[in-house]
């Protein structure tokens, strides 16, 4: 029972959900962030893109929030240069 048993890095996908819901939609983490750039490594980013690569790494469907917060990340790099 994770709720009573420590505290993992992501909440299941089914009991607690009333819980859950009192803390938000779970941000991706800046190491999540880096993994999901380096899983780009360069392609051209469209949302699907960017959505199977957050897959990838957190090995759950992506929300809408993360995908919007990976989007916002990857437009600042660019800006940086």
Known sequence: EWLRAGYPADPPRTGHSALVALTGP??????????VTAQLDGAPVEITTIEVAITKVTHRLPTPSQTRDMVRSLQQRASRG
Not at 26 to 35: E, F, G, T
């Open 26 to 35: 779970v941000s991706l983490s800046r190491k999540q962030k880096d993994c």
